[in-house]
Structures are given as structure tokens and as C-alpha cells.
């Protein structure tokens, strides 16, 4: 009898340090998933604030009289100064393929905004206003998807 009494404590110890493992592993998962979307939540907010002084400077760009030569120089640095190329690819590395696709066009829309003023473009040409409507949407379509990858079941620009 006394081996059943052995045994029965040995699975009851087996028992208890298996679920205190299992409970430690889950723990661990959900404050590792906490964190990884802490870090996806910082870098959305980093890019589209990037995006959002970047569009802003080149608004304000293209409300001054530049000359040409300067103009171009002017446009590219105020293209590159906010640093959404190294949070783009930084996005590239966390976010899922869906955003990092939204954030591209968001991107690409900006960059062709900052060739049209390379090229001498006004705020009230028509392409110029065409890019902002691109843009626009693009950035609309790059925040729902971020709020979807953070768990919100909607974009609140969609209102």
C-alpha cells in the first residue's frame, strides 16, 4: 500500500508543476503578443505622423515662390527630413504583408506628390489635387488596416 500513496503523490506533484508550467508558457505568450503589438502600435503612430509632417511640408513647399533650382533641392529635403523611409522598413519587418502593401501606397502617393513639385507644381493644379485625393485614400486605407492589425473591428475615419 504504501508504493500507491508514493504514486499518487508523485502524479499529484507531476500534476501541479505541469499546470503551473503550462499557466507560466500562456502567460508568457499573451504578455509577448502584448508587446509585440505595443511595438506595431508605436511604429503605426511614428509612420503616419511621418507621412502626416511630410505631406504638411510639402503643402507649405508648394505655397512658396521657390526658384526652380532651389525649389528641387528644397522638396527633397523636406521629403527625407521626417525619417518615414527607415520606419517603412521597419514596418516591413513587424507589420503584417497587408499593411506594409497600405503603407507603400501611402508612400508612393507622397512621392509622386514631391516629384510634382520637383516638376513645378501648384496646390491648385489639377494633378496636384488628384495626388491628394490619392493620398487621402491611401492613408485612409493604411489606418484601417493598422487598427485592424491592433485589434479594432473599425477605422474611425470612416465615419
Known amino acids: ?34 508587446q509585440d503589438r505595443d511595438v506595431r502600435r508605436q511604429l503605426y503612430a511614428d509612420y503616419t505622423a511621418a507621412l502626416s509632417r511630410i505631406r504638411t511640408a510639402l503643402n507649405e513647399c508648394a505655397q512658396v515662390d521657390i526658384p526652380a533650382g532651389e525649389r528641387a533641392l528644397r522638396v527633397r529635403e523636406l521629403f527625407l527630413a521626417p525619417g518615414a523611409y527607415e520606419i517603412r522598413h521597419q514596418l516591413a519587418i513587424v507589420a503584417p504583408p497587408e499593411v506594409v502593401e497600405a ?17 513645378g507644381s501648384a496646390l491648385d493644379d489639377t494633378a496636384y489635387i488628384e495626388i491628394e485625393a490619392r493620398f487621402d485614400a491611401a492613408v485612409a486605407e493604411l489606418r484601417t488596416l493598422m487598427r485592424l492589425d491592433l485589434g479594432a473591428a473599425t477605422s474611425i475615419t470612416a465615419r
Open 103 to 119: 503603407a507603400r501606397s501611402a508612400f508612393v502617393a507622397l512621392r509622386d506628390t514631391r516629384d510634382l513639385l520637383v516638376e
Open 1 to 34: 500500500m504504501e508504493w500507491i500513496s508514493l504514486a499518487s503523490t508523485s502524479l499529484g506533484a507531476a500534476i501541479g508543476v505541469g499546470s503551473t508550467l503550462l499557466a507560466d508558457r500562456v502567460r508568457w505568450r499573451r504578455e509577448r503578443a502584448g
